[in-house]
């Protein structure tokens, strides 16, 4: 029992607050309390250390961009005298535009019964919806799950690669069972996606996905909608995602196998 002035730690440790560990955004009693959680169970421990050494490397891939100067236009003294300059100048009328534009977007919602629009995804998770829905519309396919198939795979990379602007590979999952039946070209974001498709023995599915995407987010984000599972991550401008039907400790590996795959470390 606790007392009055001190309520229980021992409320259930989740998802949100394991990717606060991996991000060093855990402090206090609930960091000791996913090290205990981790210290019990080895599994888990083994999963959330290769979060944690994935985000060190892409971390480390960034690391030049902040050492960057920051451009004079950007900083935060130029900022304020730009500030204090336009609003000297335009206070009264801008003020009455956004209560005007306030007042009249709220009644057109209520009026009409629509609700004000809902928040941007985070990029990760833009991109992490957008392979879903691909592997969920393709991977069912009988006749056409790809578009160009693995027996034209330099001529597929070729016309990919092209089309989003960056060379892409087939990454190599032979040793995960999977080998490569082809892709297609999709719609993604406000261009171009690619969607490669592999499949193993028994028939089961994976893709990757890959669309340019903007964003510094260094860890994978992984999501789950029914029963397929997808890890995204965000690396020089483009958005990749690995989906199957999937545990997440069976996913994981690929994903790094998949990550090390497009940039050559294989």
Do not use: C
């Not at 629009?117 to 799950?145: I, K, M, N």
């Not at 602007?165 to 069972?177: H, I, Q």
């Not at 260094?218 to 999937?246: H, L, M, P, Y």
């Amino acid at each position: 029992m606790t007392g009055p002035d001190k309520p229980s730690r021992n409320f259930p440790i989740g998802e949100d607050e394991l990717q606060a560990f991996v991000d060093e955004r855990l402090d206090g009693d609930r960091r000791a309390a996913v090290e205990a959680l981790l210290a019990a169970h080895p599994d888990l421990a083994e999963r959330i250390g290769a979060e944690r050494r994935q985000r060190a490397i892409l971390r480390a891939r960034l690391e030049a961009k902040f050492a960057e100067p920051v451009p004079a236009r950007l900083r935060i003294a130029n900022l304020r005298t730009a500030r204090r300059t336009f609003w000297a100048r335009s206070w009264a009328s801008a003020a009455a535009a956004i209560v005007l534009f306030v007042a009249g977007a709220t009644a057109g919602w209520f009026a009409n019964g629509i609700a004000p629009p809902p928040p941007a995804l985070a990029p990760t998770a833009s991109v992490a919806q957008g392979a879903q829905a691909a592997y969920r519309t393709f991977v069912v396919e009988v006749a056409h799950p790809v578009e160009v198939g693995v027996q034209q795979e330099e001529h597929l990379l070729q016309w990919l690669s092209k089309r989003l602007g960056r060379k892409l590979a087939a990454p190599d999952l032979s040793r995960f069972g999977y080998k490569l039946m082809g892709g297609r070209l999709l719609p993604g974001g406000s261009g171009a996606a690619a969607q490669l498709m592999y499949d193993d023995a028994s028939g089961r599915r994976l893709t990757i996905y890959v669309r340019a995407a903007d964003g510094t987010e260094t860890a994978f984000r992984f999501q789950k909608e029914g029963e397929a599972s997808t890890f995204a991550w965000i690396d020089q401008g483009f958005g990749f995602a690995v989906t199957a039907t999937a545990t997440r400790e069976e996913l994981l590996p690929v994903a790094e196998a998949v990550y090390r795959g497009f940039e050559g470390k294989n």
